[in-house]
């Protein structure tokens, strides 16, 4: 089982990229989250992997944190009629942070607006997964628990997009705007900050 690679990038696009890895090329399914990420081609990268078998087939599925390719087993393992392709939709829409506090407060609208996500399904997220999350605890949101994301970073982004939504960003819009304005301000800012590059100031 592959779970990581380690290697220099020689292709990137929104959902794909190949990492070269000891000369071996080696295609990637990822996240347009993950792809927000990626250097530019020739650069080294470490991406986590889950590699996922069917009948006649098998795929490589790539994240820039881990935290974000063990929920993406969650969703593929554990919620009936969600596939590998489905989670990376969720995944493209959504960071893993407000992907969990969506399923932690049961918003079925916003997991629903995830293409290929119907309203059915979203419910059946909440209902298998929300006790993943929130084992034994009430319904509030919950920061990301990712090993490569500090949690002052996720509550960080978490009170960005809460701020933007109160402004009147849709969360999805919020989240990725908040996403975009990490990557150029660094891990190492404010909210107020992380706000302004979020809006463009």
């Known amino acids: ?21 000891h000369g071996v090329g080696y295609e990637v399914h990822i996240p347009v989250t ?6 530019p081609a020739g650069a080294a990268v470490r991406l986590h992997t889950l590699q996922v078998f069917r009948e006649n087939d098998q795929a490589l599925y790539g994240f820039a944190s881990a935290g974000e390719r063990d929920f993406f087993r969650l969703l593929v393992e554990k919620v009936s009629g969600i596939g590998p392709r489905t989670a990376l939709n969720i995944f493209s829409r959504l960071s893993l942070t407000v992907l969990k506090d969506a399923i932690a407060r049961g918003d079925v609208k916003l997991l629903s607006d995830c293409p290929g996500i119907g309203k059915k399904t979203a419910e059946r997220l909440v209902v298998e997964l929300r006790d993943k999350i929130l084992p034994g605890a009430g319904i509030s949101p919950v920061p990301s628990t990712s090993a490569s994301a500090a949690p002052a970073q996720s509550s960080l982004h978490h009170d960005a997009v809460a701020a933007l939504v109160s402004l009147g960003l849709k969360l999805a819009d919020a989240d990725k705007a908040v996403r975009r304005a990490l990557e150029k301000t660094g891990a190492d800012t404010t909210v107020e900050k992380l706000i302004r590059a979020a809006l463009g100031n």
């Open 1 to 21: 089982m592959i779970v990581s690679l380690n290697g220099t990038v020689l292709e990137s696009g929104i959902f794909r990229a190949v990492i070269e890895c």
């Open 34 to 39: 993950t792809a927000e990420k990626l250097p």
